[in-house]
């Protein structure tokens, strides 16, 4: 094309320079028009390719994230208070994302120094008895699936976040659940008790192991105990948010009217756990007691859902179980706009939450029991964690 239009102009320049006096300014024309062009040609090139280059390389400085931001912005706009709660996001994945709040077992894998530990046999599994393993491949932690000396090892350099909510008479059960937690909860770990309570004068005072601490959180009660359940959400969602992401590196959420009565270690820690209900952990689906209306944000169809989640013990990565429990807190005010009330509160919204969010790591009926109202089966080697003999009606009048 560039050779076409030279010939255009020379040819147009010699048609008009015919009836001139003197041609020796259309062939000086002619002489120094056809270098001119390619010189122009070359350098609209030339810069084009180095736009491109500048381009690349700022575009490779951006993090994916903020290509996707960019990407979701062209086809939607948004508003002010919007892109700036995205923007928030952003950060909060960044920092999860960033070396020094890694989390060992998502995208870091720990060097783990000399061990002596009997070899794993593949042909002889250690439990055949159970289901070990969803159909997602998360792991459903049983005594005998783990080396407690590997994971000690693997997790050494993590400090774990404890939740539990003493809230009006529930208060009476700090201590002995806080007792039978240094005995048997992350022992050899840095733990961060995160006591949530409207009465910070009554949390026991108790001897600690090196590198643990009780942490008490100030927050209002509620007129009913099904509102105190609804609000945990909201509040390990607000101090996950505020401090949990720069303190600990996992949360394990659990109810205060319990005792461990046995081990419970690093093995339950994974981006995300729930686990199973000691009164459905063999049931069929159509059994749960899922929300079946569909008005409720937890309504869960009948033909649908893997396992029933119990609310008093799940957990996760901080990123994580912030995700969660905002999302259930949303949900449930989003019910209470509509006027409904899922029929097992914040345990319908975990469920719902875990149906379609699939937990990376599933914990047994081990690790929640209630000797009280269920008799043991031969496949629960160990009781872990366990309801404490309590008169419901009077705790939570």
Request: proline share 6%; net charge neutral; charged share 20%.
């Amino acid at each position: 094309m560039t050779i076409s239009l030279i010939d255009v102009i020379l040819s147009q320049t010699h048609t008009t320079g015919q009836n001139r006096p003197s041609e020796f300014w259309g062939k000086s024309a002619k002489f120094w028009l056809c270098p001119t062009l390619l010189f122009a040609v070359f350098l609209g090139f030339y810069s084009n390719v180095f736009g491109l280059i500048f381009t690349w390389q700022r575009e490779e400085s951006q993090s994916p994230e903020v290509h996707h931001l960019q990407g979701r912005q062209e086809r939607l706009p948004l508003s002010q208070d919007t892109h700036r709660v995205v923007l928030q996001q952003m950060q909060l994945e960044k920092k999860e994302s960033s070396e020094g709040d890694c989390h060992l077992d998502t995208c870091r894998i720990p060097e783990v120094p000399r061990l002596l530990y009997p070899k794993a046999q593949l042909l002889k599994p250690t439990r055949v008895d159970v289901l070990v393993m969803t159909p997602w491949f998360a792991p459903i932690v049983w005594d005998g699936t783990f080396d407690s000396a590997i994971l000690d090892v693997q997790f050494r350099n993590i400090t774990v976040g404890l939740t539990v909510f003493a809230i009006k008479k529930y208060v009476v059960f700090l201590k002995l659940f806080l007792e039978t937690a240094e005995k048997y909860f992350m022992v050899g770990h840095k733990v961060n008790y995160y006591v949530f309570t409207d009465q910070p004068a009554d949390v026991p005072q108790i001897p600690l192991q090196e590198g643990r601490q009780v942490v008490v959180l100030k927050v209002r009660n509620y007129k009913r105990w099904q509102d105190i359940s609804m609000h945990r959400m909201e509040m390990i969602s607000k101090f996950s948010q505020q401090r949990f992401l720069h303190e600990v590196h996992y949360l394990v959420c659990l109810d205060v009217d319990m005792k461990f009565s046995d081990h419970v270690g690093v093995e339950i820690l994974a981006p995300l756990f729930g686990t199973l209900h000691p009164g459905f952990y063999a049931a069929d689906r159509q059994s749960f007691t899922y929300e079946r209306r569909p008005l409720s944000q937890a309504y869960i169809p009948r033909d649908e859902g893997d396992f029933y989640y119990m609310g008093a013990f799940f957990g996760g990565s901080v990123p994580e179980v912030y995700r969660l429990t905002t999302a259930c807190h949303q949900a449930m005010m989003a019910d209470q706009a509509n006027g409904i009330e899922a029929v097992w509160h914040d345990e319908s919204h975990l469920n719902k939450y875990l149906l379609y969010h699939k937990p990376s790591k599933v914990l047994s009926p081990e690790y929640l029991w209630d000797t009280q109202m269920l008799q043991r089966p031969p496949l629960l080697r160990k009781l872990r964690y366990v309801a404490v003999p309590k008169n419901h009606a009077e705790i939570r009048n």
